[in-house]
């Protein structure tokens, strides 16, 4: 008789952007008349650039002839595309990363929720709170989270290291050691960041303490400030504790094509056992390649005429994450982000709770956000709105919040 796993049924509720969604639905069913703004999901609003697009195309043409025709592609992903990244996001920034280091996938979501495949099941897990919900819940899914408390909204045996006004939306160094740290920065949802000498302390602790980091720089495309880093693997020691992944979703709207990365250095290893290896084998049995069409697309991110299309694209959603922040300000709201990242996160006034105050800007301003509480107890009273609109829906957006 079969059993459902009973990892699954302990996870609470349904997934934060499904219950925005219904919230969103039920409204416009009741209210058929106004015009909801989305400044909700994390989803990117404008077209393909001009070079993906023709890059595309060239490889749709391709496919058409049985010379240039591409199958399977290789596991671990075209080394066109590996060499492209390893040049462009890392030798360039002086960070040593080969091309075979490099696994290219279909996206961060499924990378950052299957990377803890390659860990022991008591793997203690720390995460930043609030968090990208992806890295807690595929953790619950493999039975590594313990228990789960309904008042805290914690799970007993993970580490929880609250980002919070007091520490600049920064994680510390906790108490009790982990055995693998997730740290995503530029930050999803507070649009927070750390410095390098910041992030070489986490080095230094996960080489200390044999962790492993795994660093989601999902985000990593906005960074505007100089001593913020690109990569992990611009801090000394990163290559025997870091494993980074990358999507190209948000730095080249990729959010509908899909295609990500995943570097695992050979130099992490316990006791001879190298975590690449340990991906590798993963990857093949159970991936069998990103489709070519998209590696070129891929490809054309690294291209001159690619790098200058794409500055254009994220300093478009950065002028939106400007007026977001600069008109939420006026009108007196607490809020932080939007200078190095696409997220704006706001403290909700007068000590709402962040679903009342999902509910009250969705009513009176007719505009779509995403409550802080749903990425962790610590987003509580706070709420995450995203320059990811159109510049014209964020303005009329950010007008009507202004006139409440
Ligand atoms: C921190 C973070 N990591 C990963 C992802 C997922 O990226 P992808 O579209 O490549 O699956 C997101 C998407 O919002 C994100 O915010």
């Given at each position: 008789m079969f059993q459902p796993n009973e990892n699954y049924l302990?996870?609470?509720?349904?997934y934060l952007f499904s219950t925005v969604a219904r919230k969103q639905r039920e409204y416009a069913e009741a209210h058929p008349d106004k015009k909801i703004i989305k400044?909700?999901?994390?989803?990117?609003?404008?077209?393909?650039c001009p070079a993906i697009i023709k890059a595309l195309h060239d490889a749709v043409d391709e496919m058409a002839s049985a010379d240039t025709f591409k199958g399977y592609a290789p596991d671990l992903g075209y080394e066109f595309l590996r060499n492209a990244i390893a040049e462009n996001d890392y030798k360039a920034r002086g960070c040593d990363i080969a091309a075979d280091e490099i696994f290219v996938a279909d996206g961060a979501k499924s990378d950052s929720a299957n990377i803890?495949?390659?860990?022991?099941?008591?793997t203690k897990i720390a995460v930043c709170?609030?968090?990208?919900p992806v890295y807690v819940d595929s953790n619950v899914m493999a039975g590594r989270t313990g228990t789960y408390d309904k008042e805290t909204e914690?799970?007993?045996d993970v580490i929880y290291m609250p980002c919070l006004k007091e520490n600049n939306f920064a994680p510390e160094l906790p108490k009790e050691t982990p055995d693998l740290i997730y740290l995503c920065f530029?930050?999803?949802?507070?649009g927070s960041t750390i410095t390098k000498s910041q992030l070489q302390e986490w080095v230094d602790y996960a080489n200390k303490v044999g962790a492993v980091i795994i660093y989601d720089?999902?985000?990593?495309?906005?960074?505007?400030?100089?001593?913020?880093?690109?990569?992990?693997?611009?801090?000394?020691?990163?290559?025997t504790c870091a494993i980074e992944l990358h999507s190209f979703s948000k730095n080249a709207g990729f959010t509908g094509v899909r295609l990500s990365y995943v570097v695992i250095p050979?130099?992490?290893?316990?006791d001879g056992v190298m975590l690449h290896s340990l991906w590798a084998r993963r990857h093949g049995t159970k991936y069998n390649g990103a489709p070519y069409i998209i590696q070129k697309a891929g490809e054309a991110v690294y291209s001159a005429e690619g790098k200058a299309q794409l500055k254009e694209q994220v300093a478009y959603y950065m002028k939106n994450a400007a007026y977001i922040k600069n008109g939420l300000k006026e009108a007196g709201y607490d809020c932080s982000g939007g200078?190095?990242?696409?997220y704006i996160w706001l403290r909700t006034p007068n000590n709402m709770t962040s679903w009342e105050f999902f509910d009250y800007l969705l009513d009176k301003a007719n505009v779509l956000g995403t409550p802080g509480s749903g990425f962790g107890?610590?987003?509580?009273?706070y709420f995450r709105l995203t320059a990811f609109g159109s510049y014209e829906s964020t303005v009329e957006a950010i007008n009507r919040i202004k006139a409440l």
């Open positions: 302990k996870l609470p509720g349904s400044l909700s999901i994390g989803d990117v609003t404008q077209p393909l803890q495949e390659i860990f022991t099941q008591n709170d609030p968090v990208y914690t799970w007993s530029p930050n999803n949802p507070t720089a999902a985000y990593e495309a906005y960074i505007s400030e100089a001593d913020v880093p690109h990569s992990i693997y611009e801090c000394e020691g990163a290559r050979k130099e992490i290893k316990r200078v190095n990242a696409p107890p610590s987003g509580e009273h």
